[in-house]
């Protein structure tokens, strides 16, 4: 089975609202993760990384935080707009020349 | 900067035909991969190259042949081609793997029926 999960599948948000995607991830020895955002009918693009050295990072408007106790990690994404609608990837890869493994996606609708 | 660019956009295949799917990034990345998502799922490695004339198997390999002739080009190749295979392809590129962003392409659609 895949390495990487999401905890929900679909998440409606109203506009400026934050949102909150989860990712759980069972590889222990992971030690970076990757958001991606995938507009539909688009290629996935990069919104923000961590290592496993740190518990949190910061972007423009979005969060990660990473909690290496219980393998979860979780994107936040403040003030969401229509734009942020889109499939949101969460991405493992174990140390040394692993590639990436992707989980499943949650989507995202924003309500305006 | 191009990045990583896909052709064909779009293509209908039917069963037990051949094609190549073409990839090209102008970045210098030594890292390529091929990934195919199923509708409503995640991302599916199907092969991938560390380097011109070097590559290796993903998580889905099967029905799928690549070859890395030049660092910009990493093509792949549907021999026979089965409902199965109906997906979204797509490429993708790094500067090394692991823990390191992957650049995408657009992205091939393709049907086969």
């Known amino acids: 089975g895949e390495s990487v999960g999401l905890h929900l599948p679909t998440l409606s948000v109203q506009e400026g609202d934050n949102s909150i995607i989860n990712c759980a991830y069972s590889?222990?020895?992971?030690?970076?993760f990757i958001w991606y955002k995938q507009e539909s009918g688009k290629g996935p693009q990069f919104i923000i990384d961590?290592?496993?050295?740190?518990d949190k990072r910061q972007g423009q408007r979005v969060t990660v935080l990473l909690n290496k106790t219980v393998k979860h990690l979780s994107l936040q994404i403040a003030a969401t707009q229509p734009g942020d609608s889109a499939v949101y990837f969460c991405?493992?890869?174990?140390?040394?020349?692993?590639?990436?493994?992707f989980g499943k996606g949650t989507r995202l609708s924003v309500i305006a | 900067n191009a990045g990583v660019t896909q052709t064909p956009k779009f293509r209908i295949l039917k069963i037990g035909q051949s094609m190549t799917l073409q990839c090209t990034q102008d970045?210098?990345?030594?890292?390529m991969y091929w990934y195919r998502q199923d509708p409503g799922m995640g991302l599916k490695l199907i092969y991938y190259?560390?380097?011109?004339?070097?590559?290796d198997k993903g998580e889905v390999p099967n029905g799928y042949n690549v070859s890395r002739s030049t660092t910009e080009d990493f093509p792949l190749r549907l021999e026979l081609a089965a409902p199965s295979q109906t997906s979204v392809y797509f490429c993708?590129?790094?500067?090394?793997?692991?823990?390191?962003?992957?650049?995408f392409g657009p992205g091939t659609r393709l049907t086969v029926t």
């Open positions: 993708a590129s790094s500067i090394g793997t692991g823990a390191y962003e992957q650049y």
């Open positions: 590889n222990s020895a992971s030690d970076y």
């Open positions: 961590i290592r496993s050295n740190m």
């Open positions: 991405a493992e890869s174990g140390s040394g020349n692993t590639p990436l493994v």
């Open positions: 970045m210098n990345h030594n890292y």
């Open positions: 190259s560390v380097g011109a004339g070097i590559t």
